[in-house]
């Protein structure tokens, strides 16, 4: 009787557990890897602040190119 126990556990031990514990690691590893909800959010919101800063910088470059034509050549 106390024998029939000690077969099912040394099963579980060799078998079950090593590959129980490496999907739980793998599973851990996967999600650890995808973007969270904020890191997506603060992305988009770089991603907004570049956008507008290439406008201001093309509409500057246009009134320094309408008020001073050679501004490129002196930098």
Request: glycine share 4%; hydrophobic share 45%; proline share 3%.
């Amino acid at each position: 009787m106390f024998g029939f126990f000690w077969i099912p556990a040394i099963i579980f031990v060799v078998f079950v557990a090593p590959i129980w514990i490496i999907f739980h690691y793998v599973t851990q590893w996967r999600t650890g890897k995808a973007l969270t909800r904020e890191d997506e959010d603060l992305l988009n919101e770089l991603w907004q602040t570049t956008e507008r800063m290439e406008t201001r910088l093309n509409s500057l470059e246009r009134i320094l190119d309408t008020e001073s034509s050679d501004w490129r050549g002196s930098a």
